[in-house]
């Protein structure tokens, strides 16, 4: 019996040319489990929320409830951005002149962050937080919001690490570093990450 090969499988981001500007566009982390359940909680939260809310317009005020009302807020809100998020969302990457222009759009919003191609360094590709035995897990994230702490691309911008590409691996992340790296400054790249990328092949 003889064995076939593993199918050579695309990266999950595509590229295209707008208004001049290459860009580079990475999609959502998408789980049709996560989804479903948030979907769910989402129901039972709402219905729960209204029924305080009712209960605090019709009765004396109970402090306890307002502030619990307060924490519902938040719940609800995190989890409608979550759920857009991962329907919609997409992060766009492209070079603007020698800068690295960032922009995180769902549902008709759009953040957009603007990186001085200058004053980044060690470019590189980065792994994501995976699950493991000892009962850690990759963190869910919300690049839309902000505050990104991974992503399969990594870079250094002053005092901070700056992390893009959120859900995809460390091998789509390097394609993506050796496709930046064509429209950065030279200085982007440290000589490590150069030897590696040579050493891949690309």
Known sequence: MS?????????????????????IIVPPQRNAFVMLFLLVWLCGWT??????????????????????????????????????????????????????????CMLGFTRSKLYRGTAISDLSASA???????????QMSLPFLGGNKTGSVKFTYGARA??????????EGQLIVERLS?????????ASSAEVARGSGF
């Open 47 to 104: 219905i729960g929320g209204a029924t305080a809310m009712h209960n605090l317009l019709s009765r004396p005020f109970q402090p306890f409830l307002a502030f619990w009302l307060c924490g519902w807020l938040l719940g609800e809100g995190f989890v409608l951005v979550s759920l857009g998020w991962m329907s919609t969302g997409a992060e766009i990457l492209r070079s603007v002149g020698s800068d690295l222009e960032v922009s995180y």
């Open 162 to 171: 700056i992390y893009l590409a959120v859900g995809l691996d460390e091998a």
């Open 128 to 138: 994501s937080p995976v699950f493991s035995l000892n009962g850690r897990y990759g």
């Open 182 to 190: 064509k429209k950065l400054p030279a200085t982007v790249r440290t």
């Open 3 to 23: 064995l076939q090969y593993e199918e050579i499988k695309a990266p999950r981001f595509r590229t295209e040319t707008v208004d001049g500007y290459d860009q």
